[in-house]
């Protein structure tokens, strides 16, 4: 018997990533280095105390499922227990995808109660954030909950696109609205919920037996508890969170790990961030090579200008090249005198001598058409070619087209 | 990969007295070495990389880091079932002893060497980080039709081990025709690297025959007097090496890795050099933080200025220090306003504010470890 144990979503599709996620799943998307998004969820998971994790995927599992292996690098290699890849599997009266969130733990009812827990804990693969969900869980036993979800306050113009709580003095959930135009409250869902497992099966049943749901948590498992007036709580968190569910978004997280101010700390000895590794040696700076605020692992070599951007295992940035507010995916090479301003570049991508690719806010004069430049995985960009801002590269770019 | 069924052999000690500093605490095979890795990694690496699957460590003392660092051997994947790492302390075996040479140390795994059904085992020290392909040593072994095959460079004998050393003489058609210990010619010689390919049922007959008259050391007292009766073949080595011998060769050994393209020879892109991972973050350069020439492992901090430095996991360089040809072992911690030059600190030392520390090319400064200074 387990007492909690996590569910993770890691369906996504990460559409809103286009290029980056063609071929692999929003979880596995590089963040920060040398991780991987759903690191942050599993190293919380580990970190808290919790040993069993199903992870729930669908779209592009192939890298997802060799990365996650026998859960190893995550110290999540149990005898009983440990982590579990559950992709959508065939039954006797058929096979279905996993139509909602809340369908995607139904399809795995056996799963969690091999381990019969008492809670369940529901987790997002597209969220960077440090968190203890002991301390989640030690709030949902106190405050004697059904269901617990993990709030954060948000700024009063941004709430209408979140799922907002109103809550009473004691964190008592009266009222949920997914996306409200009016928000009544600035409390948004983290998309991170601890069940009383009992009560989530009944309503998971429930849910699905009803022909007309979307079996979706936010818009159907909810809604459904709270008008059953189910004790359902508030947990607030306070520390960094952030949705990395778009180009912009998940650009600014990379960025975030730059401020002096470390409002992401990944360095914290007490609460690492695991990752299955390349295994590269030190990384190399030359004598004639600039840093200015970096974040730089293992493998790369380093001999250009390197301002404000974080580069992967393997990354080579030649002598003569700049490469400012960008993110520079495992193995991606930046040739002499290249230039590559607010851009992520994918793994293995080559920008070849003399190129040019994204610009800075600054040199666009119309600002409606700036914005992060991607380069899709093992795309070449030619020498002396021209990418503009906001571009989304999937194809290979000739020596010295101009894409501006 | 060779299917050419081998057993690995490897003594982890051997020429820790070279070294008194940092092998205190530590084996040889334990040495911090280029920034994230240890010696053992680099052999170790080679022969699994080679498809050798079975791996024995005969280690003599001071082996709690190594334990510490090889654990169970997944990170080589030698975490078998059949075969894999085997580490044999001292006192394994009740009528054994701590060992002095190599005949001792391989009386303590008779058993082991009998109970294995390998064709060949190849025995080697680990004093060398080097990307020897035990493939082609262990082809040619078997092509040349030799009984033993002993791996060594042509190279001038550095003087501190003109007393702890073997070189080769080897007539026209590269068999051995003597073994000279502690040879101390000026000029080029034919120095071993102690890494020696021998058939394991003819190993285990020359142990037990070694034993019975006394003998010590397998070059010495084995091979060197029955080059008549064996063919012992030499084996050239003409790669990258970093040989460590004593201080100034582990400092400038390290240093030798800023060209990058050393760094590629050690480490060719084909061939992983496995190691223990210990789930670092990446390195942060923080704002008005230089770096110039500088090998940097992952977990890093840097604020300060950091010029020609090997830089190990987890270091931390505080604003306004300014650090100079120097080797920063694991958790090493540099307060602001501290200089230093060509020190080399061991694990977790602490350097507080406006220390100047200085040593020099031809003397680095060893700090042990955990100081405060």
Known sequence: MKECIAMLLAGGQGSRLYALTKKLA??????????????????????????????LTQYQPLLLNEYIGNGQPWDLDRVYGGVHVLPPYQTATGSDWYKGTANAIYQNINFI???????????????????????????????????????????????????IMTADKDGTITKFAEKPKQPESNLASMGIYIFTWEKLRKYLTEDEADKTSSNDFGKNIIPNMLGDHQKMVAYPFEGYWKDVGTIDSLWEA?????????????????????????????????????????????????????????????????KGALVQSSILMPGAKVEEGAQVFYSIIAENVVVKRGAVVGAAPENVEDKSKWGVAVVGEGVTVGAGAKVGPKAMLEKDVQDGENLW | MVNISTLGVIFPNTYDEQLPELTRLRSMASIPFAARYRMIDFTLSAMVNAGISSVTLLAKRNYYSLMDHLGNGREWDLSRKRGGLNIVPPFAQSNNNVYHGRVEALCSILDYLESHKEKYVVLSDCNIAWDLDYADLLAQHVASGADVTMVYERTEIPEPIKTANYTLTMD????????????????????????????????????????????????RDILAPSLKALNVRGYEFTGYR??????????????????????????????????????????????GSKVSNCVVADGCVIEGEVENCVLFRGVRISKGARVKNCILMQGTVVHPGVEMEYIVTDKNVQVSENRHLAGNDSFPVYVEKNTVI
């Open chain 1, 254 to 318: 990379n960025m975030d790990l730059l401020d002096p101010n470390v409002p992401l700390d990944v360095w914290e000895k007490d609460w690492k961030i695991y990752s299955r590794t390349a295994g590269l040696p030190g990384h190399w700076i030359s004598s004639e090579a600039k840093i200015d605020n970096a974040i730089i692992t293992e493998g790369c070599q380093v001999e250009g200008h390197v301002v404000d951007s974080v580069l992967f295992a393997g990354v080579k940035v030649e």
């Open chain 1, 26 to 55: 929003k979880p596995a998307v590089p963040f920060g280095g040398k991780y991987r998004i759903i690191d942050f969820p599993l190293s919380n998971c580990v970190n808290s105390g919790i040993d069993t994790v199903g992870i």
């Open chain 2, 242 to 287: 970093s040989r460590i011998y004593d201080m100034r060769s582990y400092f400038h050994e390290n240093m030798r890795l800023l060209d990058p393209k050393n760094m590629d020879a050690l480490f060719p892109a084909e061939r992983q050099v496995y190691t223990k991972v210990r789930d670092e973050a990446p390195v942060r350069y923080a704002l």
């Open chain 2, 172 to 219: 026209g058609e590269g068999r051995v025709s003597e073994i000279r210990t502690d040879d101390y010619r000026p000029g080029m010689q034919n120095l071993c690297m102690n890494v020696t390919v021998i058939g394991r049922e003819e190993l285990i007959a020359m142990v037990k025959d070694a034993r019975t008259h006394n003998m010590v050391y397998f070059e």
């Open chain 1, 113 to 163: 109660e091999r381990y019969d827990p008492q809670y369940v804990i529901i987790l997002s693969g597209d969220h960077i954030y440090k968190m203890d969900y002991a301390k989640m869980l030690a709030f949902h036993k106190e405050k004697e909950a059904d269901c617990t979800i993990a709030v954060m306050e948000v700024p009063w113009e941004e709430a209408s696109r979140f799922g």
